[in-house]
C-alpha cells in the first residue's frame, strides 16, 4: 500500500457548514445516540454482564428460591459450586470479609449454605453447600441455560459459541 504525502488527501474533511439556532419555540431534531461501537471494551462488558445479572435475577424472582438477593446470587456464582473460603469470597467480590460475613450467614440461616472447618488449614473455614443448597445451583444453572437459549436465539448459535471461546481464553 502506498501512503500519499499529499495535504489534500490526508487532511480531514472540512467541518460540516455552520446552523443558526432555531427560532424560539422551535423544536430541536430528537437526539441520536451514539452507536454501541462508541463504547470501550469494558463499557462494552460491563453493560452486557449487568444485563445478564438481571435477567437472571428475573429467573430467580419467578421460581421458588425469588427470596435469593442480586448479593447472594453473586456470591453463590462466585463460589462455582466448591468449597470456598470466606477470605477467598472478599477478594473475588472486591468486597469486605465483613460483608461476605453478612452475606454467607443469611445463607446459612435460609439453609442454602454451611460452615465447616477447612481439613488443609486449621484455623480456617470454608463455605460450603448444604443440600439444598446444591438444588438452589441446579435451579440457577438452569436459569442460565435459558437466558443462553435466548441469546443464542438473538445472535445465533455460531456467535455464542465464538463469544464463549473469546472470553474463556488466555488474555495474559
Not at 470466606?86 to 473475588?92: D, H, I, K, T, V
Request: hydrophobic share 35%; charged share 30%.
Amino acid at each position: 500500500m502506498i501512503l500519499s504525502t499529499r495535504v489534500d488527501e490526508i487532511a480531514p474533511p472540512p467541518d460540516p457548514p455552520h446552523r443558526p439556532a432555531p427560532p424560539p419555540g422551535a423544536t430541536c431534531p430528537p437526539h441520536r445516540p451514539r452507536p454501541r461501537m462508541a463504547a470501550n471494551l469494558k463499557q462494552l462488558l460491563l453493560a452486557r454482564s449487568d444485563w445478564f445479572a438481571r435477567e437472571i435475577m428475573s429467573g430467580v424472582r419467578r421460581s421458588e428460591y425469588a427470596y435469593i438477593t442480586p448479593a447472594q446470587s453473586r456470591l453463590l456464582a462466585h463460589m462455582g459450586g466448591k468449597p470456598t473460603s470466606m477470605s477467598e469470597l472478599a477478594r473475588r467480590l472486591a468486597i469486605s470479609r465483613q460483608a461476605v460475613h453478612k452475606t454467607v450467614a443469611e445463607l446459612v440461616r435460609r439453609g442454602i449454605l454451611e460452615i465447616r472447618e477447612d481439613p488443609e488449614r486449621r484455623n480456617a473455614k470454608l463455605v460450603v453447600y448444604t443440600e439444598r443448597g446444591r438444588q438452589v445451583n441446579r435451579a440457577g444453572a438452569q436459569i442460565i441455560e435459558r437466558v443462553e437459549e435466548r441469546i443464542s436465539a438473538r445472535i445465533g448459535r455460531e456467535r455464542l459459541d465464538e463469544l464463549k471461546t473469546l472470553l474463556a481464553a488466555d488474555w495474559g
